[in-house]
T-cell receptor
Framework: DTAVSQTPKYLVTQMGNDKSIKCEQN?????MYWYKQDSKKFLKIMFS???????INETVPNRFSPKSPDKAHLNLHINSLELGDSAVYFC??????????????FGPGTRLTVT | GENVEQHPSTLSVQEGDSAVIKCTYS??????FPWYKQELGKRPQLIID?????GEKKDQRIAVTLNKTAKHFSLHITETQPEDSAVYFC???????????FGKGTRLHILP
């Protein structure tokens, strides 16, 4: 299923480099997120955007900069990569209905390895 | 602050037996509680959810219960099968900013 897609799937890079991860959703959802999942499997929210507007910005180093060119896309740019940035990064999107229904779906993840 | 506690962190169950995972949440305004299953190398997948206007929801071998007063919710898997082995996450939705707070996950092993 390609409802929420991310590229690349794997990213191996050296410390100090700058890299980007792209995310797209074709579900028509209003809100998109970036999560970081570390080696212990903890899922931690980093950012969320609603209709291109930044809603959530957790305590993430400012080397991480999200960009949402439109409602269907949310990209993550990381400057000056560090060893501790190695993790799986998941994009997600969500929809809240008028009857307060809610659904959130994850992308396939991008495994980032910093050497 | 916002917090979701999940127990146990690891659970081993004999195939065919039941598994129960428990969570508590801190924000009394939360009204949506999803459960996700994550297989090795895959994305978290929503398997069941419950809203605060009901106390229990069932979908085949999976059920979720919610006690709003105590701020507890639980996942019950009956007649466990090998394919149930995975990491399970509970979560609670913070209404004010559509932020989902996840528990730390439970690694479920189904023993043959």
């Amino acid at each position: 299923d390609t409802a929420v897609s991310q590229t690349p799937k794997y990213l191996v890079t050296q410390m100090g480099n700058d890299k980007s991860i792209k995310c797209e959703q074709n579900l028509g959802h209003d809100t998109m997120y970036w999560y970081k999942q570390d080696s212990k499997k903890f899922l931690k929210i980093m950012f969320s955007y609603n209709n291109k507007e930044l809603i959530i910005n957790e305590t993430v180093p400012n080397r991480f900069s999200p960009k949402s060119p439109d409602k269907a896309h949310l990209n993550l740019h990381i400057n000056s990569l560090e060893l501790g940035d190695s993790a799986v990064y998941f994009c997600a999107s969500s929809f809240r209905g008028v009857d307060s229904t809610y659904e959130q779906y994850f992308g396939p993840g991008t495994r980032l390895t910093v050497t | 602050g916002e917090n979701v506690e999940q127990h146990p962190s690891t659970l081993s169950v004999q195939e065919g037996d039941s598994a129960v995972i428990k969570c508590t949440y801190s924000d009394s305004a939360s009204n949506y509680f999803p459960w996700y299953k994550q297989e090795l190398g895959k994305r978290p997948q929503l398997i069941i959810d419950i809203r605060s206007n009901v106390g229990e929801k069932k979908d085949q071998r999976i059920a979720v219960t919610l006690n709003k007063t105590a701020k507890h919710f639980s996942l019950h898997i009956t007649e466990t099968q090998p394919e149930d082995s995975a990491v399970y996450f509970c979560a609670a939705l913070m209404n004010r900013d559509d932020k989902i707070i996840f528990g730390k996950g439970t690694r479920l092993h189904i023993l043959p």
